[in-house]
């Protein structure tokens, strides 16, 4: 351990002093030099002077990078091992300070670090990818597994992934966290920011950042899924203001990385993501008056189903018996989803039609649904008796313009018959 923490506070003097020294040592300093005795000044720093933080922030994000870029995964220790046992000890203290810093504030501490180690990691991951994962070339099929299996051989990495999951686990066990109010232009909760910073790289590191969304995501998927999710529907508010309706997502960044993380926790938290769309689309139906988040919700579900097949048999199933008791609220919300998010004529009934064709499974209980309501009178029977005669005209469609009338690649009918063996 270099850092010793002393048992009274510093005075003024000797803080200027010791900022003189850091900033005197920083600047001269190299990516490959080891500097135990500066990066003790540094968290001393840290620690004691805030106005000095983002300097030495920035600092050890160039220590963490002279790390990796001297770690060779296919050797053991050689000649430089003095400079490894140095590194070592300054990635102990570092990350020693800063957890004690996150659990004794965890705001604003949490979201600080947390934003840090997660653009660390973009930054490493990027520029250190072929060294640390080998070269990969346009077709290749290294698995998700494998790029975090290597990461994690390197130390600066896991103290970089630990701080960043640290601050995630302290904001949720806190009780600072803030909850969902009713409007859009509110300020973020602590845990909704590091979810935000955790998009922002991911945009800006895609794909080499992807093996962190996954370690995160699977940590926390509960927690990620519904602040991914509620991130991204103030983003796509947002975007959709900007463009006066209708929103395609992968023109915009951060919804794109959305879809990306969504679709990778479909395949390994499936339940997760489930639990936390139907519980968004139930309370988007049931509370009145709806507010602005309330009236983009199924929109922006509709939207993310169309690119994500994860997102899009998350909504799906078990959705029949979700809806029911709540489509008489379906007229209430519909003339704000044709006016704010579907302007288009007859956009919403061809973005239903495209879901309802899409869906592999639990397609026989939302037809089902579909013509048990529309047997009645009034709104929702027309709509459902509109919904149903239109799919069943693309349905005729697709049967005929396919080869020998395979119906098995119709997905609706793929449904249909795994429904009928269970």
Known sequence: MILETPSNPPNQDDLIKQLRTFLAGAGASTRNQVNPQLSSTALHLLTNLPAA????????????????????????????????????IILEDLSRVLSTLVSSSPSPWAPIVSTWSLDCLGKLSTKWSSKIC?????????????????????S?????????????AKLMDSKVDTKMENTVDYMMSDTESCVAALLETSVKHTPHFDWVVAH???????????????????????????????????????????????SHLATTHQTDLQ????????????????????????????SLSTLSPGVRRALTSDLAPLLTPLLDRIPVLYPSWTSLYFPSPNALLSNITQLLLSTDREGPHLLLLLLQAGAG???????ARTIMNNLLADIFTQVHNLPKHRTEEVAIFSGLVEDSFQ
């Open 134 to 154: 080998g070269k990969q070339g346009p077709n290749s099929t290294q698995l998700l597994h494998e790029k975090m299996s290597a990461w994690l051989g390197c």
């Open 377 to 383: 009178e009034g709104d929702v029977a027309s709509s």
């Open 275 to 302: 639990t936390a769309v139907h519980s968004m689309l139930s309370s988007s139906l049931t509370t009145t008056p709806p507010s602005p988040t309330h009236t983009a919700t199924v929109p922006f579900l509709l």
């Open 216 to 262: 995160i995501g699977s940590c926390f998927p509960h927690t990620v899924t519904h602040r991914v999710l509620s991130v991204g529907l103030k983003d796509y508010i947002t975007a959709s203001k900007e463009g006066e309706g209708e929103v395609s997502l992968t023109k915009v960044p951060r919804l794109l990385s959305v879809v990306n993380i969504l």
């Open 53 to 88: 933080r983002e300097a030495v922030l920035e600092y050890f994000g160039s220590v963490l990078d002279g790390i990796v870029s001297r770690y060779n995964p296919q050797q053991e220790r050689d000649q430089n091992a003095y400079n490894e046992d140095m590194s070592e």
């Open 156 to 168: 600066a990495a896991r103290v970089l992934l630990d701080l960043a999951a640290d601050c995630l």
